[in-house]
């Protein structure tokens, strides 16, 4: 059974940046899709991005392109969420998730496996 890891979070000033780790300590989504979700209090989870098992391709929620970089190290089964140019809608739980396949959907229903999520804050 995959276990993901998130790790990375924090409390960082609008304009900053986070980078955000995914550990599959089990090592078994190296053929799968990664994705990051984020949920922000009151509101309901949403898509951020996504990165397919070979990194090949890539799949990025409107609000996060341009200033958000998903990659991934398959010799070390780790999952990367660069976040740049920080903002305070930015806030919210981020959660990584491995997909039921290879192919990096937007769709919460087609991950699997989920971690418990790392805390980004970002204050003004």
């Known amino acids: 059974q995959v276990q993901l890891v998130e790790s990375g979070g924090g409390l960082v000033q609008a304009g900053g940046s986070l980078r955000l780790s995914c550990a599959d300590s089990?090592?078994?989504?190296?053929?799968?899709?990664v994705g990051w979700f984020r949920q922000a209090p009151g509101k309901e989870r949403e898509f951020v991005a996504a990165i397919s098992w070979n990194g090949g391709t890539t799949n990025y929620a409107d609000s996060v392109k341009a200033r958000f970089t998903i990659s991934r190290d398959r010799a070390k089964n780790t999952v990367y969420l660069q976040m740049n140019s920080l903002q305070p809608e930015d806030t919210a739980l981020y959660y990584c998730a491995a997909s039921r396949g290879s192919i990096p959907t937007m769709r919460g229903t087609d991950y699997r496996y989920w971690g418990q999520g790392t805390q980004v804050t970002v204050s003004s």
């Open positions: 089990r090592r078994t989504s190296s053929n799968n899709a």
